[in-house]
């Protein structure tokens, strides 16, 4: 299995400018949650869906922020317009379904996004 | 919210030693997850142990939930155990949805 796959890597942008961020998680599973790493607020989960379907959005910062499932093998983090203080690592994971719920969640590589 | 803390935040060890990281959370959890984050960035699953005793090669975890602590063993540490190591959780009784808190995290360094 290939892992949860993440793109692009690496991201440097200017403030204003739209950036989408792009995964494919492990083929099966059925959640996919995306996180942001900084290193004032640690790790933070932003979004997850379930077989496709947005389930909490609560942790996305503003509306700038926006993610689409639109088959179970490719999501999107959108980010538009780009600020400065978006600049953290994303990271997409992945989780099968296991019984009462989630299991173990796989991470992908992330991306390092960079707004000047 | 639920609030996950780590300790030590920092650890440095001589490679062979042994060591103990323990996670304390403020809530029942039905989701328990340790990570470890290599110096490249990667986090790797290492376990999934809402409760009970797992082992995998050099390193074991144990999960009290009664007790709302866990705690990871790493035995004969290797400079390639080095990173950042993270307990993440899940505030709940019953089914998860996989929304984990993630804790600060404890740095290790080996060093050979």
């Known amino acids: 299995d290939a892992g949860v796959i993440q793109s692009p890597r690496h991201e440097v942008t200017e403030m204003g400018q739209e950036v989408t961020l792009r995964c494919k998680p492990i083929s099966g599973h059925d959640y996919l949650f995306w996180y942001r790493q900084t290193m004032m607020r640690g790790l933070e989960l932003l979004i997850y869906?379930?077989?496709?379907?947005?389930?909490?959005d609560s942790g996305m910062p503003e509306d700038r922020f926006s993610a689409k499932m639109p088959n179970a093998s490719f999501s999107t983090l959108k980010i538009q317009p780009s600020e400065p203080r978006d600049s953290a690592v994303y990271f997409c994971a992945s989780s099968p379904f296991r019984g009462v719920g989630t299991d173990t969640q796989y991470f992908g590589p992330g991306t390092r996004l960079t707004v000047l | 919210g639920i609030q996950v803390e780590q300790s030590p935040p920092d650890l440095i060890l001589q490679e062979g030693a042994n060591s103990t990281l323990r996670c304390n959370f403020s809530d029942s959890v039905n989701n328990l997850q340790w990570f470890h984050q290599n110096p490249w960035g990667q986090l790797i699953n290492l376990f999934y142990i809402p409760s009970g005793t797992k082992q995998n090669g050099r390193l074991s975890a144990t999960t009290v939930a009664t007790e709302r602590y866990s705690l990871l063993y790493i035995s004969s540490s290797q400079t390639t155990d080095s990173g950042v190591y993270f307990c993440?959780?899940?505030?709940?009784?019953?089914?998860?949805?996989?929304?984990?808190?993630f804790g600060q995290g404890t740095t290790l360094q080996v060093k050979p």
């Open positions: 869906f379930n077989n496709n379907v947005p389930i909490d």
């Open positions: 993440a959780v899940e505030k709940g009784w019953a089914s998860n949805t996989g929304k984990l808190i």
